[in-house]
């Protein structure tokens, strides 16, 4: 079973508009990290937000907030006012075990998203 | 700059040949992971080293193998190379801070590799 599910296999936006992207996972830890990364055509991985299981409130960084609905198992990204320069491909992340030695990310299929202007 | 360095950036070789892609984790991190992105199939985990030690395997196949060296630097060995292991490879290296909470992951700029 995949752990980590994203739907949406591309999406088109229109630019300054807000953009939902929908994750959601599985894991029976009760201990885990779930992330988002952007990937531009370029390639590199960029790491944009991180949320822990136990973290009372949704994380934010800047533009990007992390709408984390732990009994739906839902770790959904929102850009606000999204540009240009946010088309891309994003991956949503988790890590199980956060006090494991033996610890490893497991990515979903990524949604790419298109900013028009 | 994520100051993980992975070297060489392209790649391109025959099948059946044999290549090694380096890993250099970000200054401070002991940690280094391996990924393969292909198309078909995704960013897959690979390997995890932490200070010299493997600690996580995931799918790496038998012909690929890694090791990370007592400078921290990594290397991901890939030997009877086929046309489908032709991907991005990533590594990753991460952090614990001292209280213990570990603060994430960053990603070099991958090796692409091509296999013809």
């Known amino acids: 079973a995949q752990k980590i599910t994203q739907t949406q296999p591309g999406m088109f936006v229109q630019e300054k508009e807000a953009v939902t992207l929908d994750c959601t996972y599985d894991t029976s830890d009760p201990s885990y990290g779930l992330f988002w990364y952007k990937q531009p055509s370029s390639g590199e991985m960029i790491f944009l937000i991180y949320q822990g299981s136990y973290d009372q409130q949704n994380a934010t960084e800047g533009r990007y907030s992390l709408n984390f609905q732990k009994a739906r198992k839902s770790a959904n990204l929102v850009i606000s006012a999204s540009q240009l320069g946010d088309s891309a491909m994003y991956f949503c992340a988790m890590r199980e075990g956060l006090w494991n030695r033996d610890d490893k990310i497991i990515f979903g299929k990524g949604t790419r998203l298109h900013i028009l202007p | 700059d994520s100051g993980v360095t992975q070297t060489p950036k392209h790649l391109i070789t025959a099948t059946g040949q044999r290549v090694t892609l380096r890993c250099s984790p970000r200054?401070?991190?002991?940690?280094v992971y391996w990924y393969q992105q292909s198309l078909d199939q995704g960013l897959q985990f690979l390997i995890h080293y932490y200070n010299g030690e493997e600690r996580a395997k995931g799918n790496i196949l038998e012909r690929f193998s890694a090791q990370q060296f007592p400078d921290l630097h990594s290397e991901l060995n890939l030997s009877s190379l086929e046309l489908g292991d032709s991907a991005l490879y990533f590594c990753?290296?991460?952090?614990?801070?001292?209280?213990?909470?570990?603060?994430?992951?960053?990603f070099g700029s991958g090796t692409r590799l091509t296999v013809v």
């Open positions: 990753a290296s991460s952090v614990r801070q001292v209280s213990g909470v570990w603060s994430g992951y960053t």
């Open positions: 200054s401070g991190d002991l940690s």
